[in-house]
C-alpha cells in the first residue's frame, strides 16, 4: 500500500475515536451530573451545556497555537502530543468526584486538543495533490461517523458498564490508537531551519492575505451554525411531530443517523468530483442544494418527510467541509499549511458554540420550525459568498493561470 493510503487510513482510526471520545459524553452527562451530586433539574441543564461547550471554546482557543508548533516541528508530534494528552485527560474524568471536576478535565481536554486540524494537515500535505480532495473526503467521513457513533456508544456502554468506565475504556482506545500513529504513521516534514520568530497575530496577518483564505473562514462559520444549530433541538422536534412518546429516543436518533450515514458514504465521492472539476463547483452546488433540502424542513408535517430531507441534507454535507478543506489546503501559504488548518478548525469550532446557543435562543422566541428557516438563510448566504468567490477570485486566478 502506498505510504499516504497507509497514512490516511491510520489517522481515519485516529479522527474515529477523537470524535467519538468528545461525543460519547452527550447522552448520559446529566445522568452523570446527578452522580456526581447535582440534584435541581436547572442546575443540571445549566452545568451540562456549559460542560460539553467547554471542550469546543478551549480547543478554539489553542488550536491555533498548536497549528504554529506543528509547522515547526512536524504534524506527527502535534498528533502524538494531542492523542496521548487526551488519553490521560479521559481516563481522569473517570475519577472526577464533583461538577467542578467534570468541568476543568473537560477544558484541559480542549486546551490540549489539535487532532484534527493535524491529521488534516498531515493527510493534505503528503498526498498528491490530485488526491487531496478524495483523501480529505475519507478523512471527513471518519469523523463523521466518530461523532454519530460516540453518543450510541456511550448510552450503550453506560447501561452496560456504567459512566465511570465509559472514561477508563475510551481513554485507553485513544491511547492505543495514539501507539499506532507513533509506529505507522510516517510523515515527510523537512523543518526550516533558522526560521524567523513570528507571533500568532503576525501569522494571521500571513494567512489571511493569501485571499480567499478569510472567507473560507467565515463560510466554514456559517455552515457548522447552520448545521450544528439544528441538531440539538431535533429530539424536540420530533416529539412535535410524533403523537406518542414510545421509542422517542430511537426516533430521534434515527433522525440523527441517516444524516450523518449519507454524509459518511458521499464525502469520498464528492472529494473525488472536487478533484476532476475543482472543489470550488462542489463547495457551491453544494450549499445551495442544502439550502433548498434545509427550507421544507421547517413545514413538514409527519416524521417520515424529516428523516427523508435529512437523509438528503446529509450527501450534502459531504460536500461542503472537505471541499472547503482542500481549498484551504490549495491556498495555505507555504510552510504554514498546519496554522492555516488550525484557523479554519477555530472558525468550524466557533459556529460549534455559537450555533446551539443561538438555535435555542431562536426557538424559545419564535418555535422550532424557525430555525429551520435561519439555517436556510445562512446557507444561502454561504452559496452567494462562494458565488461571488467563484466569479471574481476563481476565474482571475484561471486568467492568470492561462497566460
Known amino acids: 500500500m502506498k505510504n499516504w493510503k497507509k497514512n490516511l487510513w491510520i489517522l481515519c482510526a485516529g479522527q474515529f475515536l477523537f470524535m467519538a471520545s468528545m461525543s460519547q459524553i452527550i447522552p448520559f452527562l446529566p445522568l452523570y451530573l446527578q452522580e456526581l451530586g447535582l440534584t435541581d433539574s436547572a442546575e443540571i441543564s445549566k452545568w451540562s451545556g456549559l460542560i460539553f461547550g467547554s471542550q469546543f471554546l478551549t480547543a478554539l482557543i489553542f488550536s491555533p497555537i498548536w497549528g504554529k508548533i506543528a509547522d515547526r516541528y512536524g504534524r506527527k508530534m502535534m498528533l502524538i502530543r494531542s492523542g496521548i494528552g487526551m488519553a490521560i485527560v479521559t481516563i481522569l474524568m473517570g475519577f472526577a468526584t464533583n461538577h467542578i471536576h467534570l468541568l476543568i478535565l473537560r477544558i484541559i481536554n480542549g486546551t490540549i486538543s489539535g487532532f484534527i486540524p493535524a491529521a488534516i494537515a498531515l493527510t493534505a500535505t503528503n498526498t498528491p495533490k490530485e488526491r487531496t480532495g478524495y483523501a480529505i473526503g475519507i478523512l471527513q467521513s471518519s469523523a463523521v461517523a466518530g461523532s454519530i457513533c460516540g453518543p450510541l456508544i456511550g448510552g450503550v456502554m453506560a447501561d452496560i458498564m456504567g459512566f465511570r468506565a465509559i472514561f477508563m475504556y475510551t481513554g485507553i482506545f485513544v491511547f492505543l490508537a495514539t501507539l499506532i500513529v507513533i509506529f505507522f504513521v510516517h510523515e515527510k516534514f523537512e523543518r526550516k531551519e533558522n526560521e524567523e520568530k513570528t507571533s500568532l497575530v503576525q501569522d494571521f496577518k500571513v494567512i489571511i492575505a493569501r485571499k480567499p483564505i478569510l472567507s473560507f473562514f467565515f463560510i466554514g462559520t456559517l455552515i457548522q451554525l447552520a448545521m450544528l ?8 422536534f420530533v416529539q412535535e411531530l410524533t403523537d406518542s412518546s414510545q421509542y422517542l429516543a430511537f426516533l430521534a436518533g434515527l433522525t440523527g443517523a441517516v444524516m450523518g450515514f ?14 476532476r472539476h475543482g472543489a470550488q463547483h462542489v463547495l457551491f452546488y453544494s450549499l445551495i442544494a442544502a439550502a433548498l433540502i434545509t427550507l421544507p424542513q421547517a413545514f413538514v408535517l409527519d416524521l417520515w418527510q424529516l428523516i427523508a430531507l435529512r437523509f438528503l441534507l446529509g450527501v450534502t454535507l459531504g460536500g461542503m467541509l472537505p471541499s472547503l478543506h482542500t481549498l484551504v489546503r490549495h491556498y495555505a501559504p507555504k510552510g504554514m499549511e498546519s496554522r492555516t488548518y488550525s484557523y479554519a478548525t477555530s472558525a468550524t469550532f466557533l459556529g460549534n458554540f455559537i450555533g446551539p446557543i443561538a438555535a435555542g435562543q431562536l426557538a424559545a422566541q419564535f418555535g422550532l420550525r424557525s ?31 492561462i497566460h
Open 371 to 401: 430555525i429551520f428557516i435561519s439555517a436556510f438563510i445562512l446557507l444561502l448566504l454561504s452559496a452567494c459568498w462562494v458565488k461571488y468567490l467563484l466569479n471574481v477570485h476563481f476565474q482571475q486566478q484561471a486568467k492568470e493561470q
Open 262 to 275: 449519507t454524509n459518511m458514504l458521499a464525502s469520498p465521492q464528492l472529494g473525488k468530483l472536487g478533484d
Open 229 to 236: 444549530g439544528t441538531m440539538p433541538l431535533i429530539p424536540l
